[in-house]
């Protein structure tokens, strides 16, 4: 049986549960900078294997350019992305998530303070497929 993950917003009004995640994956972008207030560790899942336990109703979303935005209303934590997958941030998980990068896009656009510390592939732009 596949493990279980559960995370929340900061307030812990929202909750969610996620199985069998397929990557963990850093954005770079601008968007994804203010959207965190850093680089997104996204978590990358099948919208089967996402759903709510606690607040969903709670949950609102920004429709950006590149994909609807969803985020707590009563605190304002981002949440995850909705682009056929979700891409769920990482940081809302407890206890952490298990999983090594998978690798970063968007480098081109990091913030000029940003270091990147690990090994995982970088892509300038999208990674291939």
Same mark, same amino acid.
């Given at each position: 049986?596949?493990e279980?993950?559960?995370?929340?917003?900061?307030?812990?009004?929202?909750? $969610?549960?996620?199985?069998?995640?397929?990557?963990?994956?850093?954005?770079?972008?601008?968007?994804?900078?203010?959207?965190?207030g850093?680089?997104?560790a996204?978590?990358?899942?099948?919208?089967?294997n996402?759903?709510?336990?606690?607040?969903?109703?709670?949950?609102?979303?920004?429709?950006?350019?590149?994909?609807?935005?969803?985020?707590?209303?009563?605190?304002?934590?981002?949440?995850?992305?909705?682009?056929?997958?979700v $891409?769920?941030?990482?940081?809302?998980?407890?206890?952490?998530?298990?999983l090594?990068?998978?690798?970063?896009?968007?480098?081109?656009?990091?913030?000029s303070?940003?270091?990147?510390?690990?090994?995982?592939?970088?892509?300038a732009?999208?990674?291939?497929?």
């Amino acid at each position: 049986m596949t493990e279980t993950l559960k995370g929340s917003c900061l307030c812990d009004r929202v909750e $969610y549960a996620v199985q069998d995640p397929q990557a963990l994956a850093y954005c770079h972008c601008s968007r994804c900078q203010r959207w965190t207030g850093s680089s997104l560790a996204g978590v990358v899942v099948a919208k089967e294997n996402f759903r709510f336990t606690k607040g969903e109703d709670l949950v609102k979303t920004y429709e950006s350019e590149l994909a609807p935005r969803n985020f707590c209303s009563n605190c304002g934590s981002s949440l995850y992305d909705d682009l056929g997958e979700v $891409y769920f941030v990482a940081a809302g998980l407890m206890p952490d998530l298990d999983l090594e990068p998978s690798f970063h896009q968007q480098v081109a656009y990091k913030a000029s303070w940003h270091q990147i510390g690990d090994d995982a592939p970088q892509f300038a732009e999208m990674p291939p497929g």
